[in-house]
Each structure stands twice: as C-alpha cells, then as structure tokens.
C-alpha cells in the first residue's frame, strides 16, 4: 500500500476552484486508475490510464472532471469548478499489468476533497 | 440490474471465534474477486485475490472461498483478534474491455475482547 503515493492528503476548495489530485504509482507499475469514495458509499471506479492513454473513462462525468497519466511525472486528477457534490475521497491504484487474469491492484492512503 | 452486496454493513465477534464475511453478486461474470481491508482514513489493503477457476484460497488466518455457482465468496479469519477490526471490501474483477474493480459497500468488522 505504501508504494502508490498520493498528494495532498487532505485538499479544501471552494465552489468554484480548481482541485489538482497527484498519484505516484508504485514501481514498475505502469497502469493507473481512479476511484471516487463518497460518504457512506462504497468505492467507485472512474478511470484507468496507461502511460500517455486513457484506457477506459467510463466512470467519469463527462463534465469538469479529467485525468492524465503523461510519459513523465504522476498521473493527475483535475476537477473544475468545484461543487459540494464532489467532497469525497478520491484513490489512486496501480498494477503491473491490466489483463484480466487479474494483476493484484494496489491502492494508494487517498486524497480527501472537502468543498466548501 | 447488476449488483454486489456484502452480507451485513457492521459485524460483531468475539476475539477468538471465526468471523465469516459474505459477498454476494447478480449478473456479472467476474474473472477474479478480490478482498481488501480498509482502516478509517486509510487507503484499502490488498489481502486475497481468488480467480474464477479457483475454490479456495489461503493466507495464514484468512481464507477465501468462491463459488461462481452461487455467485457468493465467504471471507474467514480464523482466530480474531481486535487488530482485525476494520472495514472489510470485496471487489469483483470484471470483463468489460479492461481490468476494473467493482467494489461491494463494505462490511465493518469489530472484533471484542
């Protein structure tokens, strides 16, 4: 767990403002993906990134929301114009591989979103 | 409608006995189900990984069973103890173009001395 780095920990935005979240996967992991935990609810996936390639977007809204995984540096989750709705903890994972003969996932501690 | 549902939100065991977590899904066809454990605050904790050929797995305490049949994984940890307290998430790996884990809500487990 320790291995998949994630910054900041804890981030307060107003309505409005932009949120960068930054996720460092663990070595040699070249898969990435994030997911949103909202209060009382149960992990939700929201994208898997390879280097430089977004795999699968399905969880995403289709507004404000992005992310990227670029040839150097962390993978990044951009929310705009911030909305109290988004105030949850959002996780980062990584694996080695991402066929389906299931490559163990590993998760990062999360970045907690607090929009007031 | 697809569903993954984990037996009761919050379970209470006395330090020693076996608790026993359920995970149960309608209309996936997951290729591998994973559990993990999650503290408060904290990120979830990779424990088992159990493929759909496979019945049973085993780490030291905890054991993993899977019936793709039934649609339904058993979790155990054998001989608790209070630091097994946690949130304990089951999470089918599914076929749908990529590696992506659907997550169940999660069961709290306290375990009492």
């Known amino acids: 767990n320790a291995g998949v780095m994630q910054n900041p920990r804890h981030l307060v935005r107003r309505r409005g403002q932009e949120a960068r979240l930054r996720c460092s996967p663990m070595?040699?992991?070249?898969?990435v993906y994030w997911y949103r935990q909202l209060p009382e609810e149960g992990l939700k996936f929201m994208v898997y990134?390879?280097?430089?390639?977004?795999?699968?977007e399905s969880g995403m809204p289709k507004e404000r929301f992005s992310a990227e995984f670029p040839k150097e540096g962390p993978s990044i989750l951009r929310i705009q114009q911030v909305v109290r709705g988004d105030s949850a903890a959002y996780f980062c994972?990584?694996?080695?591989?991402?066929?389906?003969?299931?490559?163990?996932?590993?998760f990062g501690e999360g970045s907690w979103l607090t929009v007031v | 409608s697809q569903k993954i549902e984990q037996n009761s939100e919050a379970l209470n065991i006395q330090e020693g006995k076996t608790a026993t977590l359920t995970c149960n899904y309608t209309?996936?066809?997951?290729?591998?189900l994973q559990w993990y454990r999650q503290d408060p605050g904290r990120g979830p904790v990779f424990l088992l990984l159990?493929?759909?050929?496979?019945k049973e797995k085993r780490k030291e305490r905890l054991k993993v069973t899977f019936d793709t049949t039934l649609k339904q994984s058993l979790f155990h940890i054998t001989a608790s103890q209070p630091a097994d307290s946690a949130t304990y998430l089951c999470?089918?790996?599914?076929?749908?173009?990529?590696?992506?884990?659907?997550f169940g809500q999660g069961t709290r487990l306290t375990i009492n001395p």
């Open positions: 994972a990584s694996s080695s591989g991402g066929e389906l003969s299931g490559n163990t996932i590993y």
């Open positions: 070595k040699g992991h070249s898969h």
């Open positions: 990134l390879q280097k430089e390639n977004i795999i699968d």
């Open positions: 209309n996936y066809s997951p290729a591998y």
């Open positions: 159990i493929r759909e050929n496979e």
């Open positions: 999470a089918l790996g599914i076929r749908q173009g990529a590696q992506k884990l659907v």
